[in-house]
């Protein structure tokens, strides 16, 4: 286990370097610390197992951007895009359509939550790890969201290689998730951006 300052020359290349190679990395966003690994199964499982995650529950991908969606989404619809151009970078995590040849342990859902993080290191993270990771809340399963990197080593410890420290962070709750029914957005999880706000944007009634 190893801790950096976010902000630190090497840290970018190193949380890139493990990432790719299949270790867990935890970083600062704009909400809460996240836990990341590659898209892979392997990779993946060191999620469930470090955050002793029940294996039924999704797991979220950060984006370096919005273009970086197609590396997970077979379809990125006209609403998606609407609110990713009002609240990206940003705490709004959308649920969009799946590839399918995305590993079984990162959903089981039909679709995929995808989000682009306002934090410029974490972003660059994404980009340098290849545009995409798995991130889930640097916590235990089901215990309070860690918004310090200290909260993050308390619950994860030496499961995880790599943690980047960036202070606490200045959201410190977990992001708005939405899907789509019918074409009206539904929130699946509350959080700092209200569905009156996202019905705003794509022209609907409250």
């Not at 809460?32 to 898209?39: D, F, L, S, T, W």
């Not at 619809?77 to 969009?96: D, K, N, S, Y």
Request: glycine share 6%; proline share 10%; with cysteine.
């Amino acid at each position: 286990m190893r801790v950096l300052p976010a902000d630190a020359p090497e840290a970018i290349a190193e949380a890139a370097r493990l990432l790719r190679a299949g270790e867990l990395v935890v970083l600062p966003t704009d909400t809460v610390y996240g836990v990341a690994a590659a898209i892979d199964v392997a990779a993946i499982d060191r999620i469930f197992i470090a955050k002793q995650r029940p294996p039924e529950r999704a797991i979220p991908v950060l984006l370096a951007d919005a273009d970086a969606a197609a590396l997970v989404t077979r379809e990125f619809p006209e609403a998606a895009r609407r609110l990713a151009a009002a609240f990206w970078p940003g705490p709004l995590t959308i649920a969009v359509p799946r590839l399918e040849h995305l590993p079984h342990n990162l959903t089981q859902l039909p679709t995929v939550g995808v989000r682009v993080p306002d934090h410029a290191v974490t972003r660059a993270v994404l980009a340098a790890a290849g545009g995409a990771l798995a991130v889930t809340s640097a916590n235990r399963s089901d215990e309070p969201p860690a918004c310090t990197v200290r909260d993050a080593i308390d619950a994860l410890g030496d499961r995880v290689a790599l943690y980047l420290d960036g202070g606490p962070c200045r959201g410190g709750v977990p992001s708005t998730v939405v899907t789509f029914e019918d074409g009206e957005p539904r929130v699946l999880r509350p959080g700092p951006i209200s569905e009156r706000a996202l019905r705003a944007v794509l022209g609907l009634t409250p």
